[in-house]
């Protein structure tokens, strides 16, 4: 079956900008998380959603980041008015049951470059 | 794609030895711990798990350790092979702020396996 499908591939976006990264987990998936990765790092949590809410916001590093799964299934992280800091990779992973005690099954990542 | 080893400690084995790769975790109050393995432009691919109620866990062809006294995590992976080179990353649930969805990864750990 589809594992989870991040888009875009790869984002270039100019200092300002607002972003847009998609997730689908995969179908069925109760939980669904948001890490993002810098070169070289491992990946640090950004977000957490059991179904439809979002029950962990801890990670996000400001009120620019922004996230959101209103159906409890895609989710969707806005990045506003991008600064060069938040160039990374974003990583987007789903899991079968609720919480972190279950795999977590990983995209490909959104590789985003702000200039 | 871009290399997400890049400054990592590096681990080079012989194809068909085995491999130890070492992590130390922050917590004491931890439960839960992963292993993942990243190929370069993927994701992080689930490995093996561990509770901490149990300090030794095999897999196919891989074993997980766990020192709670001195917070300790390897992983051995056994016959290693060409296909094993990666960045390998330890998790830990965070305990911290009783947090349901956060796991916190270390720095990584990139294994090159020569043939």
């Known amino acids: 079956g589809a594992g989870v499908s991040q888009s875009p591939r790869y984002k270039v976006a100019k200092r300002g900008q607002d972003v847009a990264l998609r997730c689908d987990p995969i179908s069925g998936h109760v939980s669904l998380f948001w890490y993002q990765q810098a070169l070289g790092q491992g990946p640090e949590f950004l977000t957490y959603f059991q179904n439809e809410a979002q029950l962990d916001k801890s990670g996000l590093p400001s009120d620019r980041f922004f996230a959101e799964r209103p159906e409890g299934s895609v989710s969707t992280l806005k990045i506003q008015r991008t600064q060069q800091e938040d160039s990374a990779v974003y990583l987007c992973?789903?899991?079968?049951?609720?919480?972190?005690?279950?795999?977590?099954?990983f995209g490909p990542g959104t590789r985003l470059t702000v200039l | 794609g871009e290399s997400v080893g890049l400054h990592l400690p590096t681990l080079s084995v012989q194809e068909g030895d085995n491999s130890i790769i070492n992590c130390a975790y922050s917590n004491s109050a931890s439960d839960y711990f992963i292993w993942y393995k990243q190929e370069s432009g993927k994701g992080p691919q689930f490995i093996i798990d561990?509770?901490?109620?149990?300090d030794k866990r095999q897999g196919q062809r891989v074993t997980v350790l766990l020192n709670k006294t001195v917070k300790h995590l390897s992983l051995q992976i056994a016959a290693t092979q060409p296909g094993d080179s990666a960045v390998y990353f330890c998790a830990e649930n965070n305990a911290y702020g009783g947090s349901q969805g956060n796991l916190i990864f270390g720095k990584g750990t990139k294994l090159s396996v020569k043939p």
């Open positions: 992973a789903s899991g079968r049951l609720a919480g972190i005690y279950n795999e977590q099954f």
């Open positions: 561990i509770r901490s109620n149990m």
